[in-house]
């Protein structure tokens, strides 16, 4: 979603740091963009709609190399739309003080209807229909000398959430920050203060950097950083060290993101793994969970809640939950949480799994779920996001950042610490310490059986050039494989646009299975795994119908092989096991199809990485 950059230095040139920042933060979705530089002569904007790439030519037609080099303070946005239309006039940065002070903003102003109409009796003219702009005009009608008051006051006028940016001619060299529900992060590098709505625009400058929480606001200069309260007291947060580098954000000689994702997991998953499975005693070490075996032994329910690829994780969950450590388990959409009168307590466990941590509607439900006394934990992989820090326990992916929007590896590692919890929580109830190494054996060896899979990649390509211009898609699986057939088909639509669907294999024929015809290939999941039998039968069904049918079959299994029309080989799996590796031939059947059509497959049109909002 929106995107937010702020450079301050004495000497160095602001505009391309600006510029680069904003092309980082592309991988979370937008449709225009903009930049504010701040000279002696006042504020100077530029946006445009469309990508970065546009917004950096008009700098170069609008400013001489020379001119660009002069500015040394700016702010830029990448704007995902929500309030209006995606135009120039919509795009941040937002100007008030007749052009004199700039502001960009992350977050939605709940209350900016009724702000604007104040604004507009005292005569502030509006130029957008975004909620935004009020923001930039509140901040310049407190403005009575001090800049950081003016925008602590205007902020405690908001109801909503926000990271923001603002500069202003009448305080030059100061730019102010604040945050509530919007992440903004703060590197201080050699000569320079950068500021970003996500370190992946920080780290080529720095790696030391400060998370402003929420309800801070910072006043942010060449020099550093002063943080306060919206009260004015000076507060101080410590600065902490980033483990991504400059070059893990990078494409790696890759085509796309997505791919380079898809073929890190190996390692991802090493990385997921590493300390974590105590191979003695048979059990996984999660140290940041923070239960001891007397509160897991004595939880009565989980609830797993998620949104998108990572709802679909949370499902794998269920079955992991239930088949390992008998304890209830019910994956819960986190849009749809609280709007059901949850019904969780003291005795229930509510996990959130969030590859950004920052999803608004998860976060949502972690905070429901604080307030009605449940256990909390989160699954993460970007450290020190919101929802990590709310629930305060919990296991991160250490995955390393993910830029496509289509998620891969956050998948594979969640199902993997998913396995972990299941395994832990299991070794308190009922799995024995031979069960438990049998199953550290299998999560250990999910990097090789993945690596396997990606080997695959030329035969998966050949199979997805068959089938790449349908226009419907089905995906089956049964038991713990339904959940990798729903992932299987999210990522066909995200990336590819071919409309796909995801069902349990045996309800098909109640419904669906009209639709069924040449036309309409079915991928069916036929991991040899208890069920496949079944899913044969059902694949029957499809081909009865004239309906092509990939198989995802076993290495070996040629009489499920001879059912299918054509079949993507995977290592053996155990149940266990089998979600994780069948996803990831699915990544790449869809990865390829998406290619093959053309499609812009690391910004795949409408979505965004990080929804925050509900
Ligand atoms: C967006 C992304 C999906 C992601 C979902 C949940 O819709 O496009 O790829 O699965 O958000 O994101 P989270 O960061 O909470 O895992």
């Known amino acids: 979603m929106c995107g937010i950059v702020g450079f301050s230095s004495r000497t160095k040139p602001a505009c391309a740091p600006l510029v680069n920042g904003l092309r980082r933060l592309e991988y979370r979705g937008y ?14 904007v530029f946006k445009k709609t469309g990508k970065v790439a546009e917004l950096d030519r008009l700098l170069k037609e609008s400013l001489s190399d020379a001119e660009q080099e002069g500015f040394t303070i700016g702010i830029a946005h990448t704007r995902w739309a929500t309030h209006g239309l995606p135009t ?46 009020v923001l930039a005009h509140l901040v310049a009608v407190f403005d009575k000398g001090d800049f950081l008051s ?43 203060t950068v500021v970003a709505s996500d370190v992946s625009a920080i780290v080529a400058h720095t790696r030391q950097v400060i998370y402003l929480k929420d309800g801070d606001v910072a006043r942010v200069t060449p020099e550093g950083v002063d943080i306060y309260t919206l009260d004015n007291v000076p507060v101080s947060r410590d600065v902490q060290a980033v483990e991504w580098d400059a070059e893990s954000v990078e494409k790696g000689g890759y085509e796309h993101f997505m791919l380079k994702e898809i073929f890190e997991q190996p390692e991802s998953l090493r990385n997921t793994i590493r300390g974590r499975l105590d191979t003695v005693n048979g059990t996984a070490i999660l140290a940041g969970l923070g239960l001891p075996p007397r509160d897991l032994a004595s939880i009565r329910r989980a609830v797993i809640i998620g949104c998108g690829t990572s709802l679909h994780a949370g499902m794998a969950g269920k079955y992991l939950f239930e088949a390992l450590a008998d304890l209830p388990t019910s994956p819960e959409q986190a849009a749809e949480f609280r709007y059901c009168n949850p019904i969780i307590g003291p005795s229930d466990w509510a996990i959130a799994v969030s590859q950004s941590g920052e999803t608004a509607d998860t976060l949502a439900a972690v905070r429901e779920s604080i307030g009605k006394g449940a256990l909390v934990s989160a699954i993460c992989n970007v450290v020190g996001s919101t929802i990590a820090r709310e629930a305060g326990r919990g296991v991160y992916l250490h995955a390393g950042p993910e830029i496509s929007v289509a998620s891969t590896k956050a998948f594979t590692s969640q199902v993997t610490v998913l396995a972990m919890m299941a395994l832990k929580l299991g070794r308190t109830r009922r799995l024995s310490r031979e069960e438990g190494l049998g199953l550290c054996n299998e999560i250990s060896s999910l990097p090789d059986l993945v690596s396997e899979v990606l080997k695959e990649n030329d035969a998966i390509a050949a199979i997805a050039a068959k089938y790449a211009k349908v226009d419907d898609m089905f995906f089956l699986g049964r038991g713990i494989l339904y959940p990798a057939a729903l992932e299987g088909a999210l990522k066909m639509k995200e990336i590819s646009y071919v409309h796909a669907e995801g069902y349990q294999a045996a309800e098909l024929k109640h419904g669906p299975i009209a639709l069924l015809g040449a036309k309409t290939p079915v991928v069916a999941l036929l991991c040899d795994i208890p069920g496949k039998e079944k899913t ?69 049109r409408n979505l965004a990485k990080s929804v925050t909002v509900e």
Do not use: W
């Open 31 to 44: 449709d225009s963009a903009g930049v504010a530089l701040e000279s002696k002569e006042g504020i100077k």
């Open 88 to 133: 120039v006039e919509n795009a941040h940065p937002h100007v008030a003080d007749g052009g004199g002070l700039a502001l960009v903003h992350n977050g939605i102003v709940e209350n900016y209807a009724a702000l604007r109409a104040q604004l507009e009796k005292k005569g502030c003219k509006f130029v957008s229909q975004t909620d935004t702009e």
């Open 150 to 192: 003016a925008v602590s006051q205007a902020l405690k006028k908001v109801e909503g959430t926000y990271g923001i940016a603002t500069i202003s001619k009448r305080h030059p060299g100061e730019m102010i920050v604040a945050r509530k529900g919007s992440p903004l992060v703060i590197g201080v590098s050699d000569g320079a």
């Open 536 to 604: 044969v039968g059902n694949v029957q069904e499809c081909r009865a119908r004239k309906a092509p049918v990939i198989g995802i079959v076993t290495r070996g299994d040629e009489e499920a092989a001879a059912h299918c029309n054509d079949a993507i080989f995977l290592p053996r799996t155990s149940p266990f096991t089998a979600p994780v590796v069948s996803v990831v031939a699915m990544q790449l059947f869809a990865y390829h199809v998406a290619r093959i059509r053309g499609c812009e497959i690391d910004q795949p």
